[in-house]
């Protein structure tokens, strides 16, 4: 006797399911204990687990968000090839990302790139084996607002944004100017992407 199966409707099988959220990022090293390191002062993390071969990091309710993987003798990653430029992480408030890069900059942890790219203010750091993290604050208070910035004249001319001085933007902050003010991108003139470092 043939048994039939029972087929699910087309609507079902064909349907895009979205991830409910982006869980965690893993990276590969040689330099196991100062990637670690970094990451926890960095991100505020918390080792969750470690054995020296594997940690796993987190700095909410995730079990964890950075992985690092501790294998020996790996050949440091070459400027301009195909793979991941950044990963990002987006702070609260402005005050938090002031905050944040205050404190690293005591500790000599200072980003190597910060551009008001329109929707964000970002201040991008390279870790010990040179990954770019991305630390930014919404500039709009919307996801409209800032999908709404994509199709205007000004990201037409600029899809990149306005590099800032991260100690004059905090010095601003203190200052008691308004929040909106320091987070409006500055005109500016015409910038592609030729003109970012995408190592």
């Not at 930014?136 to 000004?154: L, M």
Request: aromatic share 10%.
């Amino acid at each position: 006797m043939n048994q039939v199966l029972e087929s699910r409707p087309q609507s079902v099988t064909s349907a895009v399911i979205s991830p409910a959220r982006l869980a965690h990022v893993v990276l590969r090293t040689s330099q196991f204990d100062a990637l670690v390191d970094w990451y926890k002062t960095v991100l505020g993390a918390t080792t969750a687990f470690s054995d020296g071969a594997l940690a796993f990091l987190s700095y909410d309710e995730e079990h964890h968000r950075i992985a690092v993987l501790n294998i020996p003798d790996l050949p440091r990653q070459p400027d301009g090839v195909t793979g991941v430029h950044h990963f990002a992480f987006t702070y609260a408030s402005l005050s938090d990302l002031v905050a944040t890069y205050e404190r690293l900059d005591r500790i000599n942890i200072r980003p190597v790139l910060c551009i008001n790219h329109g929707p964000t203010t970002s201040m991008y750091y390279a870790d010990p084996d040179g990954n770019q993290i991305e630390l930014q604050v919404d500039n709009y208070d919307t996801v409209e607002e800032a999908g709404a910035f994509f199709y205007s004249p000004a990201f037409a001319k600029n899809p990149i944004g306005v590099d800032f001085n991260p100690a004059d933007l905090a010095r601003r902050f203190h200052a008691g100017e308004d929040e909106a003010s320091i987070k409006k991108r500055p005109d500016s003139g015409t910038r592609g992407l030729d003109t970012l470092s995408l190592r």
